[in-house]
Each structure stands twice: as structure tokens, then as C-alpha cells.
């Protein structure tokens, strides 16, 4: 009887999968009428902003929200909160597709024939993981379809056609397939040797798997997607390597990526570890950003660097994943003392638990995103303090805030920043720097009469996309 209801529910979800991809067989890719998020193109210093005897930061933030247009705010926070949504769905999607997998034994046929292919175990795993990412890839594509192509382009935010993407889509995929298929081979050798301590080995393997990650990241895995080269414009590179001068920072280069290939977010990050450590500029950022606002954002991205945000994300990550993996060993002992025989799964050390594998670190993954989500927000506002004190910028950060609220909602409640947010909201930014500017009023000159115009920052006329002032490696 539950086989049954398995069986429709597969003929749902291929149902599913039949649909869009049929419709979007003939659609044309470009961009819709919508055009990007945009915020005004210029963002000048709002009167409550300028230097005065009588500056208020609560004022002056009011003052900088005020500046984005209605209509680009709803927008936003239309995009950001259906994100929310998306959160529950890909995870009630992804629990679906394993329980398939389990439930119709696909998952234990999968195993059959990799023993049938090779009689070498490692092998069989390996196999199998070629099984299992081809079939879930293809199960989930409906998802991954709509999230990352369509949505972006309803908002503005993706620039790709369908054949571009989806070959991104394909390039990443054969990543996942060897790296993961060598973590996964590596990880079931653990599982096999290691019966009762396996849970601990495996979380420092997982560890290990991560840095390796980020040491090969910059050097081999960007390139397959974006050119990254160093940004050759003295104008642009001499504040940002003076500043990083004053902060101990021994770099020589900056790098640009074309990230204007995939979107027109704009963006930096801190990427590598150790030697391949290096700090990347958008090229959306640079052609949209004012010199301040560019200035504002890599000295928050070498925040991150002085701060070892890196070091300390990795030790984060550590302890996560020893509570993960401790779970994973609890719930599959119990799962399979339940319905393992039922799955034709002989036991934790067969490779066909994968689904199974995933379905547990999926549903620790989802019940703790609130508390991954603080610990990286919690690093982005040390990051965005350390880049007030050292580009001394405030009103270039509150312009890159309000890029940044394109996609980004920008005046969230306090429960829903605290569950939803990886970084300060923008109004808390836009906060954050106006406070710091009436600490250090000292350091602007007053315009010359009290009936100055605002002073605009120089941002270039023709473009109107979006900033992410502070992306770090996603864990
Ligand atoms: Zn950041």
C-alpha cells in the first residue's frame, strides 16, 4: 500500500520536471520588461547627512532610506521574503526526492549496479555517487531552475541566457562530481573502518574537505566560470593597497572578476586560504560603485582578512559539523533499525543510505540556518566596523547599503533579521556608519552655506544594478 503512494508520488514529481522544462524549451531567455532593481544612480548625501552642529544619525538614516524609490523597496523585499518560502520548499523538495529514492528502492538498484560496473568497494562508491548526483540533479532541476535562472531574471538580477547558464549549470555539476565523489568515497572508508568512532573521524574529514576547498577555490575553481585577473586602474588599486598598507596587509595585487557574466550584483569578497588568500572586486562594482563606495566595501572585505574571519568561520564550521555528524549517527542507527530492511539498505557502511545520509543533514541544516545565519551576520557587522574605521567612508557604505538593498530587503523586523539575515540589514548599515560619522564629524568639512546642495557621490550615469558589498566562500 505505502509503495503505491510512493509510486504516484514519483509520477508527480516527474509531472513536475515535464512541465517547466517544456516550457521554457521555447522561451527566450532574455531579461523581461521588469529590468533590474534599481535604486536611484546616484546617491548623494542627503541634507541631514552633511556635517553639522546639530547631526543626528537616526536623522540622517532616515534621511539615506528615504533616497530608494517605493516601488524599488517593494520590489526588494517582495524578492527577499519570497526567499524565505524558498528556504522551506527546497528543503521539503530535497526530503521528498530522498524518501523517493528510499521508498522505491531506486536507491538500492543504484547500488546493485555499481557492484555489478566494478568489484572494487571504493569504486562501487564512487559509482554510485555518479548514479545518485545524475538522478538527483535531474529530480531537482525544477527547483534549481526556477530559483537560480527564472527567478533572478523576473528581478533583474541574472544576465545569461539559457545555454550559458545551463552550461555553468553542467561545469558545476562535473565539480560536484569528482569533489564530491572523492569526499564521498573517502567519507564511506571512514564509515567502514572506523564503525564506532566514525561520526567524529568524519566531521574532521569534512573539515579537512573544506579547506582544501578554499585553498583550490580561487586558483582552480573560479577560473572555470569567471576570469579573474589583477585590476590594472592606479586610480582604483593605490587607495585600496595604501589601505591595506595601514592595516598590515601584505597584498600587491587586487583582482576584478567579470561576475557581470552571471549578474548584475555587485560584489567583493575574501576568498583562498593562506597562500591563495586574495581580495576580489566585482566588475559590477567597479563600474557602477563612486570611489568611496568602492573604498567603503574593500575595507570591509579586509576585515575579514585582519579579523581571520576565515580561521574563525572554519572553527565554526568545525563544531557544526560535529553535532551534524553525531546526529547523522544517531538518526540512520534508528531509521534503519526501522525501515532499512525495507529500503534493502544492509547497513550505515552501504553506500545506498546516501539519500537517507542527506535527508538528516538536510533537516539539521534547516533547523539551524537561524544560528549559521547569525554567526556569519555576526562576522559581516565586525567586518562592516573594522571597514568604517579603516576607509573612513561612511557615506560611500551607506550608498553601497542601499546597492545592496536591490535584493536585499532593507528595513526587516528585528526576529525576522535575527532567522533570515547573513549580513546587517541596510538600514542597520546605513545606522552603523552614521553613527560612526557623528563620532568623527572632525574629519568632514561643512559645505560652505547652510543652503549647500547635496553633494552627489560620483557614481557613472548608465548603469543601475546592484552591489554585494561582502560575499565570503559559501560554507
Ligand atoms: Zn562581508
Known sequence: MTSRIWRWVGLLVLLIILTPSATFAGQSASSNGNGPLASPRVITIPAEAQPSAHFDPEAATNAYMAEIPP????????YFESGYWLILWDFLYGAVVALLLLNLRWSAAMRNLAERITRFK??????????YLILTSILVFPMTVYEEFFREHKYGLATQTFGPWMTDHLKSLAV????????????????????????????????????????????????????????NDP??????LSMARANGIAAKDVYEIDASRQTTRMSANVSGFGKTMRITLNDNLLRRGSPEEIKSVMGHEMGHYVLNHIY????????????????????LDWSLKRWGEKWQIRGVGDTAVLPLAFLIISIFGFVETPIDNTLTRTQEYEA?????????????????????????????????????FDHPSGRNRIYAAMRWKAENLNLFVAPPSSAAAPVAL????????PTDASEKPKR
Open 71 to 78: 516601488e524599488a523597496k517593494a520590489r526588494s523585499d517582495t
Open 122 to 131: 571504493p569504486a562501487q562508491t564512487f559509482v554510485y555517487w555518479v548514479e
Open 176 to 231: 560536484e562530481l569528482v569533489l564530491g565523489g572523492i569526499a564521498v568515497t573517502i567519507l564511506f572508508r571512514i564509515v567502514r573502518r572506523l564503525q564506532r568512532t566514525w561520526w567524529i573521524w568524519g566531521a574532521v574529514a569534512s573539515i579537512m574537505f573544506l579547506i582544501f576547498e578554499f585553498l583550490i577555490g580561487p586558483v582552480y575553481l573560479v577560473p572555470l566560470f569567471n576570469t579573474v585577473k589583477p585590476l
Open 235 to 240: 586610480k582604483i588599486t593605490q587607495p585600496i
Open 312 to 331: 574563525k568561520g572554519i572553527l565554526e564550521y568545525g563544531v557544526l559539523a560535529v553535532i551534524a555528524f553525531a546526529l547523522l549517527k544517531w538518526g
Open 384 to 420: 562592516d566596523i573594522f571597514g568604517l574605521n579603516a576607509s573612513r567612508q561612511p557615506d560611500g557604505f551607506a550608498q553601497a547599503a542601499i546597492h545592496l538593498g536591490e535584493y536585499r530587503k532593507m528595513n526587516p523586523g528585528p526576529v525576522e533579521e535575527w532567522i533570515f
Open 458 to 465: 560620483t557614481a557613472p550615469a548608465n548603469h543601475q544594478t
